[in-house]
């Protein structure tokens, strides 16, 4: 195998978990809530400067520790952020709310700004065992194979309960019809504010990952979240597998830009792909066509 | 599209000439008075580069108030065509035609409006947020094509030789900015005109119930993007003006925080005015000096200390904690709470005076 063709694949991996993360977070929100969150880069950052804190700057926590703890944290971040902000007052658009979340996502980063200061940072090196040897001249580094591990364990986890528990139902009930939801005896406000926590704590682990990949740059980190959007909407803006494998496909994209053609062209071409399955499949692969074509 | 009959509202006592007067003088036609005599009179030269930057957000907010404001519909596309009615403004004005300012300025906004078609047509294939994607797309798309054209062709930016009128030249400031005042105006009666037409009527009810319109006979989908077309030509004639005021412009000054920055104004000021867009522009254009005003007289900031290192930090906090603060709070905005505040304070004097 070309060595090109390990590069695109094992960097296809590592970022296709970190969109697909940001877009499950995104997903378990806006199916829940019909808010469509900008706030999930914030997320990110505030998750990758957690995972610095307590695992580099302070207690030096292992990254299995590091990790459940940021997830913890942000989790209650994402639930506090709905029962003090935007939970506060029913009966408002998604649409305006889904607005609101732009400045909420400023908010989260100047604070952010303000606790850990907006300089760059970089995690200690924390794993102590080899990378792997998959075939012959695809090898996975010590940080890749945690990504893979913890991606898949929080992926599944997410797709099970989303997709498959009584919960995750209720959740989508919810999204659907806060009113008839409400009649049905269900708890409108604990559901969504269990759907921004897991929005946020799902954000925060995309966040820790990118941030193991690279570095954690408080200034810019907030916009790869970004990227997340034409992930989820090529898989669908409602579908839980969906946004994984959007996120796949997006890294992939991405990856496959910037080996043959430049680094430069890599956003462009998520965007113009993003477009183009706009125009012909405005579902995305694997969301429920909507049936208001107004 | 005659079907919605605006209701006369008829007063219950009969008014004076002096009364007639005031009630159709409003609290902003007295406010801009003031502020055109305040510019015209200054000589302090930051006063007046402040207001034409604030003459060009105006009319750049007023673009996307045009479509979040009447439609309801949010876009993301505020920078992009901009930029793009910038850099064609710039473009044009190199060639022989740019001799006269109004053909490339003309020439970016028709580039902008066809920017916004192009998008529009995806975006508006379903409700809600789908625009919002594509005007992200096309953020990115337009600063790529930007940059590609500014590595090769002008670096540093695309330029303009000022507002030229054939051989003459307008160089005072307060004359370039009558000038931009002058666009204002002229935005600001068309879309009054709009407002309070038939089509602003229509635009209000796809806002409420895009469904009933659409059981109108209203082609919901073929006037939102009516509106997305017009809101992104307003919008691109902003940044062509800029360009024109500052001489040059480069896609780097046209990021997404200027997309927000002027849904902030719409939001702030108050959707679906006229005179919101205005007053959110004014105000967001005079933050930053507001704020380091109150940071270094009311704080003492200094120019040490942890004030004075977090001041632009505390800057953008302010301004996200407005945003989300007014359209959770008080979505009419700030024009929408005055209009409510003087109704009631006209609620209690008309009580008064029965007593």
């Given at each position: 195998m070309p060595s090109e063709l390990a590069n695109i694949l094992v960097g296809t991996f590592t970022l296709g978990f970190v969109y697909g993360l940001v877009g499950l977070g995104f997903v378990a929100v806006f199916r829940s809530t019909?808010?469509?969150?900008?706030?999930?880069?914030?997320?990110?950052?505030?998750?990758?400067l957690v995972f610095y804190s307590v695992?580099?700057?302070?207690?030096?926590?292992?990254?299995?520790?590091?990790?459940?703890?940021?997830?913890a944290v942000l989790a209650v971040c994402g639930a506090a952020t709905y029962q003090l902000v935007l939970g506060r007052i029913l009966g408002v658009e998604p649409v305006t709310v889904s607005v609101a979340t732009l400045g909420l996502s400023i908010v989260l980063q100047m604070v952010a700004f303000m606790i850990w200061t907006p300089n760059i940072v970089q995690f200690r090196s924390m794993l102590s065992f080899n990378g792997h040897e998959l075939f012959a001249n695809i090898r996975l580094s010590q940080e890749q194979t945690y990504t893979i591990v913890v991606g898949t364990v929080i992926t599944a986890a997410l797709v099970l309960v989303l997709g498959r528990t009584r919960?995750?139902?209720?959740?989508?009930?919810?999204?659907?019809?806060?009113?008839?939801?409400?009649?049905?005896?269900?708890?409108?406000?604990?559901?969504?504010?269990?759907?921004?926590?897991?929005?946020?704590?799902t954000a925060g682990a995309a966040g820790v990952i990118f941030g193991m990949a690279t570095q954690v740059e408080p200034g810019t980190l907030p916009a790869v979240g970004l990227l997340a959007f034409p992930a989820i909407l090529l898989g669908g803006l409602d579908s839980i597998g969906g946004a994984v494998i959007g996120g796949f496909l997006v890294a992939a994209i991405q990856n496959i830009t910037q080996v043959w053609i430049g680094s430069a062209w890599q956003d462009v071409i998520c965007y113009s792909v993003l477009l183009i399955v706009m125009f012909i499949r405005p579902q995305g692969l694997f969301g429920t066509p909507m049936v208001a074509r107004l | 599209m005659t079907a919605v009959e605006e209701r006369e509202i008829v007063p219950l006592k009969p008014t004076s000439g002096f009364a007639q007067v005031t009630s159709r003088l409003r609290t902003w036609h007295v406010l801009t008075l003031v502020a055109v005599a305040f510019e015209f009179t200054t000589s302090s030269s930051y006063a007046v580069y402040i207001s034409t930057l604030i003459v060009f957000y105006a009319i750049a907010a007023l673009g996307q108030g045009l479509l979040v404001g009447k439609t309801g519909q949010v876009a993301l596309g505020g920078a992009a065509v901009m930029m793009i009615g910038a850099e064609v403004a710039g473009i044009v004005d190199a060639t022989p035609v740019g001799t006269v300012f109004l053909i490339p300025l003309a020439a970016g906004v028709l580039a902008s409006a066809t920017a916004g078609l192009v998008v529009g047509v995806p975006g508006l294939r379903f409700k809600g947020l789908y625009l919002i994607l594509a005007t992200l797309a096309l953020q990115s798309i337009a600063s790529f094509a930007a940059q590609k054209y500014e590595t090769a062709h002008a670096p540093g930016g695309v330029s303009t030789q000022g507002l030229r009128l054939g051989s003459v030249t307008i160089q005072a400031d307060k004359l370039i900015l009558a000038v931009m005042c002058l666009f204002l105006v002229a935005v600001?009666?068309?879309?009054?005109?709009?407002?309070?037409g038939p089509i602003g009527r229509m635009l209000q009810v796809i806002k409420e119930r895009d469904d009933a319109a659409a059981v109108f006979g209203i082609n919901v989908r073929a006037w939102k993007l009516w509106a997305f077309v017009w809101s992104s030509a307003i919008t691109g004639l902003a940044g062509g003006l800029m360009v024109y005021f500052l001489r040059a412009a480069s896609y780097q000054s046209f990021d997404l925080t200027i997309a927000i920055n002027l849904l902030v104004m719409v939001y702030i000021g108050g959707a679906g005015t006229i005179a919101g867009p205005i007053i959110g522009a004014a105000l967001i254009t005079y933050a930053p000096t507001a704020v380091n005003w109150v940071a270094n007289t009311v704080f003492n900031a200094g120019s040490s200390g942890w004030m004075s290192t977090n001041i632009s930090v505390i800057e953008r906090l302010i301004y996200g904690l407005a945003l989300l603060l007014v359209l959770l709070y008080q979505p009419a905005g700030i024009n929408g709470f005055w209009q409510n505040t003087l109704r009631r304070i006209g609620a209690l004097l008309r009580r008064g005076e029965v007593a």
């Open positions: 019909g808010v469509m969150s900008f706030a999930q880069g914030s997320f990110m950052l505030i998750g990758a695992t580099t700057d302070t207690w030096h926590l292992g990254p299995i520790t590091g990790m459940l703890l940021t997830l919960v995750g139902l209720r959740m989508k009930a919810v999204a659907e019809s806060p009113e008839l939801a409400a009649y049905q005896g269900l708890n409108v406000r604990r559901l969504s504010m269990a759907a921004w926590g897991i929005g946020a704590a | 600001l009666l068309w879309i009054r005109r709009i407002y309070r």
